[in-house]
Nanobody, 126 residues
Framework: QVQLVESGGGSVQAGGSLRLSCAFS????????VAWFRQGPGKDREFVSA????????SYSDTVKGRFTVSRDNGANTVYLQMTSLKPEDTAVYYC???????????????????WGQGTQVTVSS
């Protein structure tokens, strides 16, 4: 059974940085695409970023492009989300999700992912 565990959340002032980690276990990591989604207070869940299996093609939402960087370490079975120039509107619970066989056109679709972590809180103060 695939398990995902997020870490690295916390509180930071606007303009600061955080790095989130998503530790994967229970299957062959390199065959899974992994995405980050977030849900802010009173908001719907939204796509943040994704990285495809093996080849590692990436995708970003327009709201984080240029500020966030997603990467994966297949040896460590971990995906990272480096967040810089954080804004108060980035405040949310961040979730990682994994799916096998996710095609490029579905990277932003939450329904494409079969497994989800428990989430980690990110709070950005002004």
């Amino acid at each position: 059974q695939v398990q995902l565990v997020e870490s690295g959340g916390g509180s930071v002032q606007a303009g600061g940085s955080l790095r989130l980690s998503c530790a994967f276990s229970g299957s062959t990591f390199r065959t899974y695409s992994v995405a980050w989604f977030r849900q802010g207070p009173g908001k719907d869940r939204e796509f943040v970023s994704a990285i495809k299996r093996a080849g590692g093609a990436t995708s970003y939402s327009d709201t984080v492009k240029g500020r966030f960087t997603v990467s994966r370490d297949n040896g460590a079975n971990t995906v990272y989300l480096q967040m810089t120039s954080l804004k108060p509107e980035d405040t949310a619970v961040y979730y990682c999700a994994a799916g096998a066989g996710v095609i490029t056109s579905s990277l932003r679709n939450a329904r494409a992912y079969d497994y989800w972590g428990q989430g980690t809180q990110v709070t950005v103060s002004s």
